[in-house]
Protein backbone atom coordinates (compact mmCIF):
# COMPACT_ATOMS: atom_id res chain seq x y z
CA UNK A 1 0.00 0.00 0.00
CA UNK A 2 1.20 3.91 -0.96
CA UNK A 3 -0.16 6.83 -0.63
CA UNK A 4 0.23 9.69 -3.61
CA UNK A 5 -1.20 12.71 -2.35
CA UNK A 6 -4.73 11.79 -1.74
CA UNK A 7 -5.35 8.40 -2.75
CA UNK A 8 -4.01 5.13 -1.84
CA UNK A 9 -2.68 2.39 -4.00
CA UNK A 10 -3.54 -0.97 -3.61
CA UNK A 11 -2.09 -4.10 -5.80
CA UNK A 12 -4.67 -6.79 -3.75
CA UNK A 13 -8.27 -7.46 -2.81
CA UNK A 14 -8.96 -8.08 0.43
CA UNK A 15 -11.35 -10.85 1.03
CA UNK A 16 -12.78 -12.54 4.51
CA UNK A 17 -14.75 -15.38 5.50
CA UNK A 18 -17.58 -13.23 7.72
CA UNK A 19 -19.96 -15.98 8.52
CA UNK A 20 -20.66 -19.81 7.22
CA UNK A 21 -23.64 -22.46 7.87
CA UNK A 22 -22.58 -25.93 6.89
CA UNK A 23 -19.60 -28.86 7.44
CA UNK A 24 -19.17 -31.54 5.03
CA UNK A 25 -20.83 -33.92 7.16
CA UNK A 26 -24.02 -31.89 6.26
CA UNK A 27 -23.31 -32.43 3.02
CA UNK A 28 -23.46 -36.00 3.52
CA UNK A 29 -26.22 -35.69 5.67
CA UNK A 30 -28.08 -33.83 2.77
CA UNK A 31 -27.53 -37.36 0.65
CA UNK A 32 -28.32 -39.76 2.91
CA UNK A 33 -31.79 -38.14 3.55
CA UNK A 34 -33.06 -39.68 0.21
CA UNK A 35 -32.38 -43.36 1.62
CA UNK A 36 -33.29 -42.59 5.03
CA UNK A 37 -30.12 -43.59 6.66
CA UNK A 38 -29.70 -42.80 9.57
CA UNK A 39 -25.99 -41.77 10.52
CA UNK A 40 -25.72 -39.70 13.54
CA UNK A 41 -22.09 -39.87 14.11
CA UNK A 42 -20.11 -39.29 11.14
CA UNK A 43 -17.31 -41.30 9.78
CA UNK A 44 -14.45 -39.87 7.88
CA UNK A 45 -14.11 -42.36 5.76
CA UNK A 46 -17.84 -43.16 4.50
CA UNK A 47 -18.01 -39.30 3.92
CA UNK A 48 -15.28 -39.10 1.98
CA UNK A 49 -16.44 -42.06 -0.21
CA UNK A 50 -20.03 -40.25 -0.66
CA UNK A 51 -18.85 -37.04 -1.42
CA UNK A 52 -16.57 -38.48 -3.97
CA UNK A 53 -19.61 -40.39 -5.25
CA UNK A 54 -21.58 -37.05 -5.15
CA UNK A 55 -18.88 -34.88 -7.28
CA UNK A 56 -17.97 -37.85 -9.95
CA UNK A 57 -21.50 -38.51 -10.71
CA UNK A 58 -22.95 -34.69 -10.46
CA UNK A 59 -25.35 -35.11 -7.74
CA UNK A 60 -25.33 -31.81 -7.03
CA UNK A 61 -27.95 -30.69 -4.69
CA UNK A 62 -26.57 -31.77 -1.50
CA UNK A 63 -23.80 -28.99 -1.97
CA UNK A 64 -26.44 -26.46 -1.78
CA UNK A 65 -27.30 -27.02 2.38
CA UNK A 66 -24.62 -24.57 3.21
CA UNK A 67 -23.43 -20.85 2.62
CA UNK A 68 -20.64 -19.08 2.84
CA UNK A 69 -20.83 -15.06 3.85
CA UNK A 70 -17.40 -13.39 2.33
CA UNK A 71 -16.26 -9.75 2.47
CA UNK A 72 -14.75 -9.28 -0.62
CA UNK A 73 -12.38 -5.41 -1.48
CA UNK A 74 -11.43 -5.71 -5.39
CA UNK A 75 -10.85 -3.41 -8.10
CA UNK A 76 -14.89 -2.11 -9.85
CA UNK A 77 -13.25 -4.37 -13.25
CA UNK A 78 -13.07 -7.15 -10.98
CA UNK A 79 -17.01 -7.26 -9.67
CA UNK A 80 -17.89 -6.63 -13.49
CA UNK A 81 -16.51 -9.92 -13.97
CA UNK A 82 -17.66 -11.41 -10.68
CA UNK A 83 -21.53 -10.59 -10.99
CA UNK A 84 -21.88 -12.77 -14.17
CA UNK A 85 -21.74 -15.48 -11.55
CA UNK A 86 -25.48 -15.19 -11.46
CA UNK A 87 -26.87 -18.75 -10.00
CA UNK A 88 -26.47 -19.43 -6.58
CA UNK A 89 -24.66 -16.08 -5.22
CA UNK A 90 -26.29 -12.79 -3.24
CA UNK A 91 -24.56 -9.87 -3.51
CA UNK A 92 -24.76 -6.43 -1.61
CA UNK A 93 -21.72 -3.70 -2.80
CA UNK A 94 -20.99 0.20 -1.57
CA UNK A 95 -23.40 2.52 -3.43
CA UNK A 96 -21.55 5.78 -4.94
CA UNK A 97 -24.79 7.07 -4.78
CA UNK A 98 -25.23 7.06 -0.84
CA UNK A 99 -21.74 7.24 0.00
CA UNK A 100 -18.35 9.07 -0.65
CA UNK A 101 -16.32 6.41 -2.08
CA UNK A 102 -13.04 5.74 -0.51
CA UNK A 103 -10.19 6.52 -2.32
CA UNK A 104 -8.79 3.41 -2.90
CA UNK A 105 -7.15 2.68 -6.32
CA UNK A 106 -5.57 -0.48 -8.09
CA UNK A 107 -2.08 -0.76 -9.52
CA UNK A 108 -0.36 -3.73 -11.47
CA UNK A 109 1.98 -5.08 -8.45
CA UNK A 110 5.65 -6.41 -10.59
CA UNK A 111 3.88 -10.28 -10.22
CA UNK A 112 1.49 -8.82 -12.44
CA UNK A 113 2.41 -10.00 -15.98
CA UNK A 114 1.60 -6.96 -18.46
CA UNK A 115 2.37 -8.90 -21.96
CA UNK A 116 0.26 -11.33 -23.74
CA UNK A 117 2.87 -13.55 -25.24
CA UNK A 118 0.35 -15.44 -27.25
CA UNK A 119 -2.69 -14.23 -29.57
CA UNK A 120 -5.84 -12.38 -29.09
CA UNK A 121 -7.74 -15.70 -29.62
CA UNK A 122 -5.91 -17.38 -27.38
CA UNK A 123 -3.79 -15.19 -24.82
CA UNK A 124 -0.57 -16.69 -22.94
CA UNK A 125 0.29 -14.49 -19.70
CA UNK A 126 3.27 -15.13 -17.81
CA UNK A 127 5.84 -13.47 -15.79
CA UNK A 128 9.33 -12.34 -18.01
CA UNK A 129 12.18 -15.21 -18.04
CA UNK A 130 15.70 -14.18 -18.89
CA UNK A 131 17.61 -10.88 -18.67
CA UNK A 132 16.19 -9.11 -21.42
CA UNK A 133 12.19 -9.94 -20.60
CA UNK A 134 12.75 -9.19 -16.87
CA UNK A 135 14.32 -5.51 -17.82
CA UNK A 136 11.26 -4.52 -20.14
CA UNK A 137 9.12 -5.93 -17.44
CA UNK A 138 10.75 -3.70 -15.20
CA UNK A 139 10.20 -1.00 -17.83
CA UNK A 140 6.34 -1.07 -18.72
CA UNK A 141 5.73 -1.61 -14.56
CA UNK A 142 6.94 2.06 -14.59
CA UNK A 143 5.11 3.21 -17.40
CA UNK A 144 1.91 1.71 -15.60
CA UNK A 145 2.10 2.44 -12.48
CA UNK A 146 3.14 6.16 -13.40
CA UNK A 147 -0.25 6.79 -15.49
CA UNK A 148 -2.13 4.24 -13.92
CA UNK A 149 -2.06 6.91 -10.98
CA UNK A 150 -1.43 10.16 -12.96
CA UNK A 151 -4.98 9.50 -13.51
CA UNK A 152 -6.43 8.47 -10.83
CA UNK A 153 -5.04 11.59 -9.37
CA UNK A 154 -6.67 13.56 -12.03
CA UNK A 155 -9.89 12.11 -11.88
CA UNK A 156 -9.94 11.89 -8.29
CA UNK A 157 -9.15 15.42 -7.91
CA UNK A 158 -12.14 16.31 -10.50
CA UNK A 159 -14.43 14.28 -8.31
CA UNK A 160 -13.69 16.14 -4.96
CA UNK A 161 -13.98 19.33 -6.98
CA UNK A 162 -17.76 18.47 -8.04
CA UNK A 163 -18.64 17.13 -4.42
CA UNK A 164 -17.14 20.33 -2.98
CA UNK A 165 -19.71 21.78 -5.46
CA UNK A 166 -22.62 20.92 -4.38
CA UNK A 167 -23.09 18.24 -7.22
CA UNK A 168 -24.45 14.77 -6.11
CA UNK A 169 -22.19 11.72 -5.41
CA UNK A 170 -24.55 9.92 -8.32
CA UNK A 171 -23.33 12.27 -10.73
CA UNK A 172 -19.34 13.07 -9.57
CA UNK A 173 -18.47 9.31 -9.32
CA UNK A 174 -19.00 8.91 -13.33
CA UNK A 175 -15.48 10.08 -13.90
CA UNK A 176 -14.05 7.58 -11.33
CA UNK A 177 -11.93 4.74 -13.89
CA UNK A 178 -13.02 1.29 -12.62
CA UNK A 179 -9.39 0.77 -11.26
CA UNK A 180 -10.87 2.66 -8.27
CA UNK A 181 -11.85 -0.29 -5.41
CA UNK A 182 -15.07 -1.20 -4.03
CA UNK A 183 -16.36 -3.60 -1.12
CA UNK A 184 -19.26 -6.26 -1.24
CA UNK A 185 -20.70 -9.23 0.80
CA UNK A 186 -21.28 -12.24 -1.65
CA UNK A 187 -23.17 -15.48 -0.11
CA UNK A 188 -22.96 -18.23 -2.11
CA UNK A 189 -22.94 -22.27 -1.40
CA UNK A 190 -20.28 -24.81 -1.74
CA UNK A 191 -22.03 -25.96 -5.43
CA UNK A 192 -22.33 -22.28 -6.80
CA UNK A 193 -18.66 -21.64 -5.24
CA UNK A 194 -16.85 -24.52 -7.06
CA UNK A 195 -18.44 -23.19 -10.55
CA UNK A 196 -17.07 -19.95 -9.58
CA UNK A 197 -13.39 -21.42 -8.91
CA UNK A 198 -13.79 -23.86 -11.41
CA UNK A 199 -14.10 -20.77 -13.89
CA UNK A 200 -12.01 -17.86 -11.77
CA UNK A 201 -8.77 -20.04 -10.84
CA UNK A 202 -6.56 -21.34 -13.87
CA UNK A 203 -4.76 -24.79 -13.11
CA UNK A 204 -3.52 -26.47 -16.60
CA UNK A 205 -4.44 -29.77 -14.47
CA UNK A 206 -8.01 -29.26 -14.47
CA UNK A 207 -10.87 -31.30 -16.55
CA UNK A 208 -11.58 -28.50 -18.81
CA UNK A 209 -8.93 -25.75 -18.09
CA UNK A 210 -10.18 -22.03 -17.52
CA UNK A 211 -7.77 -18.92 -17.99
CA UNK A 212 -9.11 -15.73 -16.10
CA UNK A 213 -7.80 -12.45 -16.14
CA UNK A 214 -5.48 -12.25 -13.04
CA UNK A 215 -7.23 -9.63 -10.75
CA UNK A 216 -10.29 -11.75 -10.78
CA UNK A 217 -8.11 -15.17 -9.97
CA UNK A 218 -6.46 -12.72 -6.51
CA UNK A 219 -10.14 -13.14 -5.36
CA UNK A 220 -10.74 -16.37 -6.10
CA UNK A 221 -7.58 -18.22 -4.44
CA UNK A 222 -8.13 -16.04 -1.69
CA UNK A 223 -11.88 -17.36 -1.39
CA UNK A 224 -10.77 -20.95 -2.13
CA UNK A 225 -8.01 -21.15 0.51
CA UNK A 226 -11.40 -20.22 3.20
CA UNK A 227 -13.77 -22.85 1.50
CA UNK A 228 -10.61 -25.72 1.67
CA UNK A 229 -10.80 -24.58 5.44
CA UNK A 230 -14.61 -24.80 5.97
CA UNK A 231 -15.45 -27.92 3.76
CA UNK A 232 -11.65 -30.15 3.70
CA UNK A 233 -13.32 -33.11 2.22
CA UNK A 234 -15.76 -31.75 -0.43
CA UNK A 235 -12.52 -29.70 -1.44
CA UNK A 236 -9.88 -32.79 -1.62
CA UNK A 237 -12.73 -34.73 -4.02
CA UNK A 238 -13.35 -31.11 -5.78
CA UNK A 239 -9.64 -31.57 -7.07
CA UNK A 240 -9.59 -35.24 -7.17
CA UNK A 241 -12.29 -34.69 -9.88
CA UNK A 242 -10.68 -31.98 -12.18
CA UNK A 243 -12.24 -28.99 -10.56
CA UNK A 244 -15.26 -29.43 -12.24
CA UNK A 245 -18.69 -28.51 -9.90
CA UNK A 246 -21.41 -31.18 -9.45
C1 LIG B 1 -12.10 -16.97 -18.95
C2 LIG B 1 -13.44 -16.30 -19.11
C3 LIG B 1 -13.65 -15.42 -20.15
C4 LIG B 1 -14.89 -14.79 -20.30
N1 LIG B 1 -15.06 -13.91 -21.34
C5 LIG B 1 -16.25 -13.29 -21.50
C6 LIG B 1 -16.47 -12.35 -22.57
O1 LIG B 1 -15.57 -12.10 -23.37
N2 LIG B 1 -17.67 -11.74 -22.66
C7 LIG B 1 -18.71 -12.02 -21.78
O2 LIG B 1 -19.78 -11.45 -21.92
N3 LIG B 1 -18.54 -12.90 -20.76
C8 LIG B 1 -17.34 -13.52 -20.60
N4 LIG B 1 -17.17 -14.40 -19.56
C9 LIG B 1 -18.28 -14.62 -18.61
C10 LIG B 1 -19.00 -15.97 -18.88
O3 LIG B 1 -19.60 -15.97 -20.14
C11 LIG B 1 -20.05 -16.24 -17.79
O4 LIG B 1 -21.01 -15.20 -17.83
C12 LIG B 1 -19.47 -16.29 -16.40
O5 LIG B 1 -18.32 -17.09 -16.38
C13 LIG B 1 -20.51 -16.87 -15.42
O6 LIG B 1 -20.66 -18.23 -15.71
P1 LIG B 1 -22.07 -18.96 -15.64
O7 LIG B 1 -23.07 -18.30 -16.53
O8 LIG B 1 -21.80 -20.42 -15.89
O9 LIG B 1 -22.41 -18.75 -14.10
P2 LIG B 1 -23.85 -18.57 -13.40
O10 LIG B 1 -24.53 -17.36 -13.89
O11 LIG B 1 -23.59 -18.64 -11.94
O12 LIG B 1 -24.68 -19.81 -13.88
C14 LIG B 1 -24.38 -21.13 -13.38
C15 LIG B 1 -24.96 -22.16 -14.32
O13 LIG B 1 -26.40 -22.05 -14.31
C16 LIG B 1 -26.90 -22.32 -15.62
N5 LIG B 1 -27.57 -21.10 -16.13
C17 LIG B 1 -27.49 -19.85 -15.62
N6 LIG B 1 -28.25 -18.99 -16.31
C18 LIG B 1 -28.81 -19.70 -17.30
C19 LIG B 1 -29.68 -19.37 -18.36
N7 LIG B 1 -30.12 -18.12 -18.58
N8 LIG B 1 -30.06 -20.34 -19.21
C20 LIG B 1 -29.64 -21.61 -19.03
N9 LIG B 1 -28.79 -22.01 -18.05
C21 LIG B 1 -28.40 -21.07 -17.19
C22 LIG B 1 -25.70 -22.71 -16.49
O14 LIG B 1 -25.54 -24.11 -16.44
C23 LIG B 1 -24.56 -22.01 -15.79
O15 LIG B 1 -23.29 -22.59 -16.05
C24 LIG B 1 -15.94 -15.05 -19.39
C25 LIG B 1 -15.71 -15.94 -18.34
C26 LIG B 1 -14.49 -16.56 -18.18
C27 LIG B 1 -14.28 -17.51 -17.04
Given at each position: ?QTV??I?I????E?????Y???D????D??RV??N???????????RG???????????SP?EH???????KA??????????H?????YN??????T???A?F??????R?????????RPE????????E??????L??????????VY??????????L??G??K???R???P??????M??T??????????SL???D??A???S???Y?I?Q?A???E????????ITY??F???GR???
Amino acid sequence: MQTVSDITILDEPEVDLIDYMGTDADICDAARVSTNANVTISDIAKDRGLINYLMEHKHGSPFEHNSMKFYVKAPIFVFREFHRHRIGFSYNEMSGRYTELPADFYVPSLKRPLVNFGTSARPEYRLPQGEEEINEHARLHMIVNTDFIDVYTFAWEKYKHMLSEGIAKEVARDVLPVGIYSQMYVTCNARSLMHFLSLRIEDLSARYPSHPLYEIQQVALKMEELFKNQFPITYAMFIKNGRVAP
